[in-house]
């Protein structure tokens, strides 16, 4: 498909002195124009915004939920909308012990979020199986069944590492592309490579 704006040439939109003339001659006659990334203000938008799917299945979820409570306010960084449902979340924070019996509905589970989709692992029982780790019940760490992008290390961790756990996501969100170039989606086809088991 190819575009056409007036005083620009379909080669020159690669051309980014082109572009940067344009807006001196804009400029110049009082218009205020402002050229940047799309890539920066959807990040932007998308990173201040996350809401999270609450799979909280033991102590760690009593720390998770304190977050939306006064003390924490969770709220004023726009996490708020602590969603039941996967399909209005943006990120699972899968806070607790994963049992053998639960993998099948926590996988299906992250196979509902949409896309871009994030997962982080809160406490010791998520990443490692933690106390329960030799058990022949509980999962060893969920990186094994889904992506895990950020680790929040504790048993269980305080509100506040979950908050800067929340934080790191955020920051990594900011630097994701959308347009050209590696982005989630070429990860997660990595992940799925190098773990068939783990592709429907």
């Not at 799917?53 to 979820?61: I, N, P, R, Y």
């Not at 990443?127 to 094994?144: C, L, M, Q, T, W």
């Amino acid at each position: 498909m190819e575009v056409n704006v007036k005083s620009i040439a379909h080669a020159d939109f690669k051309d980014n002195e082109s572009l940067d003339k344009l807006v001196a001659e804009l400029q110049a006659s009082g218009t205020n124009v402002v050229l940047g990334s799309l890539d920066k203000l959807i990040n932007w938008g998308r990173s201040n915004s996350i809401w999270p799917l609450t799979f909280a299945t033991s102590c760690c979820g009593i720390e998770f939920v304190s977050l939306g409570a006064a003390r924490f306010d969770m709220a004023r960084f726009g996490w708020e909308v602590a969603r039941s449902s996967p399909r209005q979340a943006d990120f699972m924070m899968v806070a607790g012990t994963i049992v053998n019996r639960m993998v099948p509905v926590f996988r299906r589970l992250y196979d509902q979020l949409a896309e871009p989709k994030y997962v982080i692992a809160c406490g010791s029982c998520a990443i490692s199986g933690g106390p329960f780790r030799n058990s022949y019940h509980v999962a060893k760490g969920i990186e094994d069944i889904v992506p895990v992008d950020v680790f929040v290390p504790g048993c269980p961790p305080r509100p506040e590492a979950m908050i800067y756990g929340i934080i790191q996501l955020s920051r990594k969100m900011k630097v994701e592309r959308f347009f050209g170039g590696a982005n989630r989606k070429e990860d997660r086809k990595k992940f799925f490579f190098e773990h068939p088991e783990c592709a429907e």
